[in-house]
Nanobody, 116 residues
Framework: LELVESGVGLVQTGGSLNVSCTAS????????VNWYRQHPGAQREMVAY???????IVQDSWKGRFTLSRDYYRTTDYLHMTSWKPEDTAVYYC???????????WGQGTQVTVSS
């Protein structure tokens, strides 16, 4: 079981970009799928998460700019991001916590750079 991220790495200020997180098996094997971002030299901060398949939550700092969705076949979660700012430049990670075992799985991370 693994999580694989994909998405375009460069976006202009004010632009839109989606990052996907695909599970090698059903993404519903995870009780929660989290999205984090990490600036160089800083700790990861949680941006959003989907709890039990149908409860997407975006943290207050990003409400109105970031949204979550899941595909019909329940293999992929998407983080949709708009109105990018230069300070949003970071590595974005997805993370899943497995049902029952609570084992955590991490995507490989996607570097997103916002150009002015």
């Amino acid at each position: 079981l693994e999580l694989v991220e994909s998405g375009v790495g460069l976006v202009q200020t004010g632009g839109s970009l989606n990052v996907s997180c695909t599970a090698s098996k059903s993404i519903t094997l995870f009780s929660v799928v989290n999205w984090y971002r990490q600036h160089p030299g800083a700790q990861r901060e949680m941006v959003a998460y989907t709890y039990r398949s149908d409860h997407p939550i975006v943290q207050d700092s990003w409400k109105g700019r970031f949204t979550l969705s899941r595909d019909y076949y329940r293999t992929t979660d998407y983080l949709h991001m708009t109105s990018w700012k230069p300070e949003d430049t970071a590595v974005y990670y997805c993370n899943g916590r497995r049902v029952i075992t609570h084992d955590e799985y991490w995507g490989q991370g996607t570097q997103v750079t916002v150009s002015s």
